[in-house]
T-cell receptor, first 117, second 115 residues
Framework: DAGVIQSPRHEVTEMGQEVTLRCKPISGHNSLFWYRQTMMRGLELLIYFNNNVPIDDSGMPEDRFSAKMPNASFSTLKIQPSEPRDSAVYFC???????????????FGAGSRLTVL | SQQGEEDPQALSIQEGENATMNCSYKTSINNLQWYRQNSGRGLVHLILIRSNEREKHSGRLRVTLDTSKKSSSLLITASRAADTASYFCATDPNAGGTSYGKLTFGQGTILTVHP
């Protein structure tokens, strides 16, 4: 397996533009997580899915952020409109989810570095 | 806010020395995990210790867990320059119901190993 695949690796955009980040989890993993990493706030969980269903989106900063998982092999995180404070590295991770209760290990993608000017 | 807090924030040692990093957390847990992040890369899982375990080894890694003190430590023995990275503890909270692997990460310890 090629691991968790994220795209794009780098994105530079201007304030107000729409940004879409993409993630392909490991085949067979039931849970998918979106994290954001900044120097100031560290790693923050934004949202996670189990069996393609959003379980907890309490970490999504505001309505400008949305995430979807239309099938088991694809998820998107969208920011519209983007703001400079959204600049961060966004990580997608997947795990076996409820198939391994109490011992879930996350496999992370390489991340998408977003810069909003 | 972060569940886990690592100590120290940064650690600088010479190759061959041991490195010890500590993690404290606040709520009850199913397990505690340690991850490593090289600069510009994603996090990589190192080791998982369950709440009913006290110590675990994997190669040059030794992890301890004290649930009464809500703390854990990661020891890297005989460190190498290639161990230079950020190390994060992550807790899988025991909040009832099914755990899907929703981990809360600490701020991390930056380890620098000088050749």
């Amino acid at each position: 397996d090629a691991g968790v695949i994220q795209s794009p690796r780098h994105e530079v955009t201007e304030m107000g533009q729409e940004v879409t980040l993409r993630c392909k989890p490991i085949s067979g993993h039931n849970s998918l997580f979106w994290y954001r990493q900044t120097m100031m706030r560290g790693l923050e969980l934004l949202i996670y899915f189990n069996n393609n269903v959003p379980i907890d989106d309490s970490g999504m900063p505001e309505d400008r952020f949305s995430a979807k998982m239309p099938n088991a092999s694809f998820s998107t995180l969208k920011i519209q409109p983007s703001e400079p404070r959204d600049s961060a590295v966004y990580f997608c991770a997947s795990s076996l989810g409820d198939r391994v209760p109490g011992a879930n290990v996350l496999t992370f993608g390489a991340g998408s570095r977003l810069t909003v000017l | 806010s972060q569940q886990g807090e690592e100590d120290p924030q940064a650690l600088s040692i010479q190759e061959g020395e041991n490195a010890t990093m500590n993690c404290s957390y606040k709520t009850s847990i199913n397990n505690l995990q340690w991850y490593r992040q090289n600069s510009g890369r994603g996090l990589v899982h190192l080791i998982l210790i369950r709440s009913n375990e006290r110590e675990k080894h994997s190669g040059r890694l030794r992890v301890t867990l004290d649930t009464s003190k809500k703390s854990s430590s990661l020891l890297i023995t005989a460190s190498r320059a290639a161990d230079t990275a950020s190390y994060f503890c992550a807790t899988d909270p025991n909040a009832g119901g099914t755990s899907y692997g929703k981990l809360t990460f600490g701020q991390g310890t930056i380890l620098t190993v000088h050749p």
